[in-house]
């Protein structure tokens, strides 16, 4: 069974603070995306990476595939409120049409 | 792009009962995807409506207690049958046109 573990699980930081989130697996991925989710909503894509070694940025968010194609991360610069909500990370291997998510990152940005 | 609606949006069930959730887009897709996400939890696939065909289940979903009809492609539903607690969750509706992977808001349910 694939497994996409991200860590870390909870996070709670003050507006301004940098964090990291981390999607890892031992399978490979053809190609891998990251969600937001806030409460009371289906989740929103952020980006999608399918090259190893990609680095894509979204503002203040920077995501990197790893090489192997087995992990990712998600960089958030100076963390806002708005920035609060559920953080998922979703792969797919070749060859088939299913995302498989991972175990998602709660974080909490302080004023 | 895609925008998609679920009804109910949020019940509250006996158990024992069954719950049909619907779930409609605003374009026509091949595949619609079915998912519950447990409370504080991340998301698991359920199964994957085609139209005109029975609709795939992944493991530990079977169709007597999950039931799922797809009459056209915009359309599907998703039955929760003879619910129990553990059958609290969110139920989202996903489609995918292109790439990008679009979630309804989700219909979410509390089984006494």
């Known amino acids: 069974t694939q497994l996409l573990e991200q860590s870390p699980q909870f996070l709670s930081i003050q507006e301004g603070e940098n964090l990291t989130v981390y999607c890892n697996s031992s399978?490979?991925?053809?190609?891998l995306q990251w969600y937001r989710q806030e409460p009371g909503e289906g989740p929103v894509l952020l980006v999608t990476?399918?090259?190893?070694?990609e680095v894509k940025k979204l503002k203040r968010l920077t995501f990197q595939f790893g090489d192997a194609r087995k992990d990712s991360s998600l960089h958030i610069t100076a963390a806002q409120t708005g920035d609060t909500g559920l953080y998922l990370c979703?792969?797919?291997?070749?060859?088939?049409?299913?995302?498989?998510f991972g175990t998602g990152t709660r974080l909490k940005v302080l004023a | 792009s895609a925008v998609i609606s679920q009804k109910p949006s949020r019940d509250i069930c006996q158990r024992g009962t069954s719950l049909t959730i619907q779930c409609q887009v605003d374009?026509?897709?091949?595949?619609m995807f079915w998912y519950r996400q447990q409370p504080g939890q991340s998301l698991t696939l359920i199964a994957t409506?085609?139209?005109?065909?029975?609709?795939?289940?992944e493991s530990g979903f079977v169709i007597d207690k999950f039931p799922i009809s797809r009459p056209n492609l915009t359309f599907s539903t998703l039955t929760v049958s003879n619910m129990s607690p553990e059958d609290s969750s969110i139920y989202l509706c996903?489609?995918?046109?292109?790439?990008?992977?679009?979630f309804g808001p989700g219909t979410r349910l509390l089984v006494l």
């Open positions: 996903s489609v995918r046109p292109q790439e990008t992977q679009y």
């Open positions: 399978s490979v991925f053809s190609s």
């Open positions: 990476v399918v090259t190893g070694g």
């Open positions: 979703a792969g797919s291997t070749s060859g088939t049409y299913k995302y498989i």
């Open positions: 374009s026509q897709v091949t595949m």
């Open positions: 409506a085609n139209q005109g065909s029975e609709a795939t289940y």
